[in-house]
């Protein structure tokens, strides 16, 4: 009884340290496709970028207004194909990035630009993305754009 009892311990331990190294494996590969998709968004590459996130992802974002909106690929890239237009060499640093449970990685990052009229971009930035078998299902992004 007591030899089963013992093994019961051992399993139960090697069970918790799996789930946990499982968790921190893929909380490493969800923070792997979250910088991808800034060293994308960097190389100005939208179709990689787009590529990174399940065709119709969920966004919350500013330029959207307040509610949550469904993007597919083409809509992705057209978005930012147009944002580039009007900052030819934006960029983004990351400041800080962290993931949170099996899903979630959260982005804190600088967006910087320069407009054609020599006016400059600097914005600080929070993503929180959800990503799901190493593709991004929701895009809850959050700045101040009331001075832009």
């Given at each position: 009884?007591?030899?089963?009892?013992?093994?019961?311990?051992?399993?139960?331990?090697?069970?918790?340290?799996?789930?946990?190294?499982?968790?921190?494996?893929?909380?490493?590969?969800?923070?792997?496709?979250?910088?991808?998709?800034?060293?994308?968004?960097?190389?100005?590459?939208?179709?990689?970028?787009?590529?990174?996130?399940?065709?119709?992802?969920?966004?919350?974002?500013?330029?959207?207004?307040s509610s949550a909106i469904q993007q597919s690929h083409l809509q992705i890239i057209e978005k930012y194909v147009g944002l580039n237009e009007l900052f030819?060499?934006?960029?983004?640093?990351?400041?800080?990035?962290?993931?949170?449970?099996?899903?979630?990685?959260?982005?804190?990052?600088?967006?910087?630009?320069?407009?054609?009229?020599?006016?400059?971009?600097?914005?600080?930035?929070?993503?929180?993305?959800?990503?799901?078998?190493?593709?991004?299902?929701?895009?809850?992004?959050?700045?101040?754009?009331?001075?832009?």
């Amino acid at each position: 009884m007591k030899t089963i009892f013992y093994l019961l311990i051992v399993f139960s331990i090697l069970s918790c340290s799996n789930n946990t190294h499982s968790l921190k494996e893929i909380q490493d590969k969800n923070i792997v496709t979250a910088k991808s998709l800034l060293e994308n968004f960097n190389r100005h590459d939208w179709k990689s970028m787009a590529s990174l996130y399940v065709d119709s992802a969920q966004f919350k974002d500013p330029s959207f207004g307040s509610s949550a909106i469904q993007q597919s690929h083409l809509q992705i890239i057209e978005k930012y194909v147009g944002l580039n237009e009007l900052f030819p060499d934006i960029t983004d640093s990351i400041e800080s990035i962290y993931a949170s449970g099996e899903r979630t990685v959260i982005v804190e990052f600088v967006s910087k630009g320069t407009a054609p009229d020599s006016s400059i971009l600097r914005l600080p930035i929070c993503s929180i993305l959800t990503i799901v078998n190493g593709k991004i299902t929701k895009d809850f992004t959050y700045y101040d754009n009331s001075n832009n």
